[in-house]
Structure formats: C-alpha cells, structure tokens
C-alpha cells in the first residue's frame, strides 16, 4: 500500500479481537436485553395491541416499549412485572445453573 491506512472490517477486528469475561459478560447482558424485547413485541402482538396500549396498561410511554422492544435498556424487575401484567402474563424470575462450557 503506498500511503494507505488499512482498516479492518468488523469481522477482521473480532477475529483479532481478545474477548475478555468483560466483552462475554456485555454480550450475555445485550442478548438478554433482546430476547426480552422479542418477547414482549411477540405477545404484544399475539393480542393485537399497540405499544400505546401497552404503555398505557404498564404505566410507561410509548417510547418506553418501544426502546424496551428494541433491547434499548436495562429493566428493573418493578417494570418487567408491569410489562408482563399489561400482556397477560406472570413473571418468574428464575436462576439456574450455568450450561456445560460457558
């Protein structure tokens, strides 16, 4: 190369990339947060309601499902026990053993 900068790609830098406990413990925490939100969009839609509606019913904005459904936040339990009230739901929080490897 003469006088170019490489970049590398996104998929380049995470193959070179250490992922440390700090980066698998983000991951883990990110999908978490997404999982939940397709859960919540899944049923919101199985009963045919509006993110409006749900706020409405879960004492939240709009917005709120919305950055929720996106995985956009950090859910504390008094929110995710609203969440799962406005869609019919219970909420069980349970901690298990981790799987074999992680």
Do not use: C, N
Not at 67 to 76: D, I
Not at 80 to 94: H, I, K, P
């Amino acid at each position: 190369m003469t006088g170019e900068t490489r970049r590398a790609g996104l998929a380049e830098a995470r193959r070179t990339r250490p992922v440390t406990a700090e980066i698998r413990e983000e991951y883990a925490a990110t999908r978490l947060r997404y999982e939940l939100g397709v859960a919540v969009r899944t049923r919101r839609i199985e009963l045919g309601l509006s993110q409006e509606e749900v706020g409405r019913r879960a004492h939240m904005t709009q917005s709120a499902v919305a950055r929720f459904e996106a995985g956009g936040t950090v859910p504390s339990l008094p929110v995710l026990d609203r969440l799962a009230g406005a869609l019919q739901l219970d909420l069980r929080v349970e901690m298990t053993p981790h799987a074999a490897g992680t």
